[in-house]
C-alpha cells in the first residue's frame, strides 16, 4: 500500500497503492479492513467516491485527519459551552478560557497526543474545577453527557 485517505466525514477509506504491490498484500489490506468492519465498495457507490477522491477535495492523509480531530475537538467543546450557557451565567471571560481548556482537553485525547510519557492526560473533570463552581460542574456533565453531535437544542440555542 503507497497511502490511505480519509474522506472529511470520516466514513470512506481510500487505498492508493503502490504500482508493485501484489495480490497478497491487497488481499491482507482487505482483510484487516474488514475486520474493522469496513466493506469494500462496488458499482455507482464505488464510481461516484473514486471521482469524488480523485478531485482532490475533502480527502486526507494521516497527519491531515489529526489536524481535522484538533478542529473538531473546537467545535465540540463550544457546543458544550453553549449547553452550559442555557442553564447557568458564565463571564464572556469564564467562558472562553473554559473553551479553550476543554479544546485543549478534547484534542489531546482525539489525536492521542497527550504531550510525553511524563505528561498526566488533563481530564475533563480537572478543567472543570479550575472554571466552575460544583453546580457548574454538574451542568457541564449534562452537557457533555448529551454527547459531541449537535442535538435539536443546540441549534435553537445559536
Excluded: C, H
Excluded at 482487505?30 to 455507482?44: F, I, P, S, Y
Amino acid at each position: 500500500m503507497l497511502e490511505a485517505w480519509l474522506n472529511r466525514a470520516g466514513t470512506r477509506i481510500a487505498v492508493v497503492w503502490k504500482p508493485d504491490s501484489d495480490t497478497e498484500t491487497r488481499r491482507n489490506v482487505a482483510t484487516d479492513l474488514q475486520e474493522d468492519r469496513a466493506t469494500e465498495l462496488d458499482g455507482k457507490l464505488r464510481d461516484e467516491t473514486v471521482a469524488d477522491f480523485l478531485s482532490g477535495r475533502g480527502w486526507y492523509r494521516g497527519a491531515d485527519v489529526d489536524r481535522l480531530s484538533e478542529e473538531e475537538a473546537g467545535v465540540i467543546a463550544a457546543r458544550w459551552i453553549r449547553r452550559v450557557q442555557t442553564k447557568t451565567t458564565l463571564s464572556k471571560d469564564k467562558a472562553e478560557e473554559l473553551q479553550a481548556a476543554l479544546t485543549n482537553a478534547l484534542r489531546k485525547k482525539l489525536t492521542g497526543k497527550n504531550g510525553g510519557p511524563n505528561e498526566e492526560e488533563l481530564s475533563v473533570e480537572q478543567v472543570d474545577a479550575n472554571y466552575l463552581d460544583p453546580a457548574q460542574i454538574k451542568i457541564l456533565k449534562g452537557a457533555i453527557d448529551k454527547g459531541v453531535r449537535p442535538l435539536p437544542e443546540d441549534e435553537r440555542a445559536n
